[in-house]
T-cell receptor, first 113, second 113 residues
Framework: EPEVTQTPSHQVTQMGQEVILRCVPI?????FYWYRQILGQKVEFLVS????????KSEIFDDQFSVERPDGSNFTLKIRSTKLEDSAMYFC???????????FGPGTRLTVL | QQQVKQSPQSLIVQKGGISIINCAYE??????FPWYQQFPGKGPALLIA?????SEKKEGRFTISFNKSAKQFSLHIMDSQPGDSATYFC????????????FGEGTQLTVNP
């Protein structure tokens, strides 16, 4: 069964450093998403991406964040200058259309020291 | 207004019992209400979903009850099994205006053998 994959599973970085989280969505899906879950809190929407551009973003997704689909398979989330409060589990998701089920990857745990 | 409130935070049920998790929302424009199941180390996976044109949806041991006037919906797990032990999230989406899922806080369900 096709699945969303994410790398790395755990990323440790120093405050102020740039990180790139990588995702490979399901191959015939057209919509891509990033969510995050701070430990012990709810899953929060960050951004959705369609046709090589951001279709929706939340208040959390400020200028420190960017997304890109650098090739036909990868979907990345870049955090330009990490802060302690960026420590969270980051989930990538994809869906075939905007109305279909969103399939989530296993997540990348980001720890900012 | 975008919030989804979920209760209880944790739930312990005996094998064979009924697990009930409740959610409430404020945004009357929400028109899609999924429940996600998350096992440790995995991303959320869609369990069952409902749209507000029906009051109940059943899939196997899992039932969503939906009360549009009260702006509440709940997940019932019949004949709960130890393998159902996981974190359950309700969510809501305003399909006509975007694809973002707004999640509840999550319920950690433990089913004792």
């Amino acid at each position: 069964e096709p699945e969303v994959t994410q790398t790395p599973s755990h990323q440790v970085t120093q405050m102020g450093q740039e990180v790139i989280l990588r995702c490979v969505p399901i191959s015939n899906h057209l919509y891509f998403y990033w969510y995050r879950q701070i430990l012990g809190q709810k899953v929060e929407f960050l951004v959705s991406f369609y046709n090589n551009e951001i279709s929706e973003k939340s208040e959390i997704f400020d200028d420190q964040f960017s997304v890109e689909r650098p090739d036909g398979s990868n979907f990345t989330l870049k955090i330009r200058s990490t802060k302690l409060e960026d420590s969270a589990m980051y989930f990538c998701a994809s869906s075939r259309t905007v109305f279909n089920e969103q399939f989530f990857g296993p997540g990348t745990r980001l720890t900012v020291l | 207004q975008q919030q989804v409130k979920q209760s209880p935070q944790s739930l312990i049920v005996q094998k064979g019992g009924i697990s009930i998790i409740n959610c409430a929302y404020e945004n009357t424009a929400f028109d899609y209400f999924p429940w996600y199941q998350q096992f440790p180390g995995k991303g959320p996976a869609l369990l069952i979903a409902i749209r507000p044109d029906v009051s109940e949806k059943k899939e196997g041991r899992f039932t969503i009850s939906f009360n549009k006037s009260a702006k509440q919906f709940s997940l019932h797990i019949m004949d709960s099994q130890p393998g159902d032990s996981a974190t359950y999230f309700c969510a809501a989406r305003e399909e006509t205006s975007g694809s973002r899922l707004t999640f509840g806080e999550g319920t950690q369900l433990t089913v004792n053998p």
